[in-house]
Nanobody, 124 residues
């Protein structure tokens, strides 16, 4: 069992920054791949970023590569998403999720536990 709670969303101007946090509960957090996805109204889940259990490897979706940074603190059972140079098209609900086996993936169906999401809204 794993529970995930995201926080840090809000309203921000284009060009600004936000840092999202995801707090996890569960004994095996440090063995999970962690991912961030987002969903805009009327659209499917979009892969944002993922990180290996050790934090040594990170992966990003094309639309955020170079602007967003994923990190984790296994001792605190936290995953973070630093978002810089935000654009109006980054407006979405952002979710963190766990992938119990294998390597990071951009496929949302490979992730088993999901948080409730945090809203990020960009104003132009």
């Amino acid at each position: 069992q794993m529970q995930l709670v995201e926080s840090g969303g809000g309203l921000v101007q284009a060009g600004g920054s936000l840092r999202l946090s995801c707090a996890a509960s569960g004994r095996s957090f440090s063995s999970y791949v962690m991912g961030w996805f987002r969903q805009a109204p009327g659209k499917e889940h979009e892969f944002v970023a993922a990180i290996t259990w050790s934090g040594g490897n990170t992966y990003y979706g094309d639309s955020v590569n170079g602007r967003f940074t994923i990190s984790r603190d296994n001792a605190k059972k936290m995953v973070y998403l630093q978002m810089n140079s935000l654009k109006p098209e980054d407006t979405a609900v952002y979710y963190c999720a766990t992938k119990p086996t294998g390597w990071p993936s951009a496929k949302s169906y490979e992730y088993d536990y999901w948080g409730q999401g945090t809203q990020v809204t960009l104003s132009s």
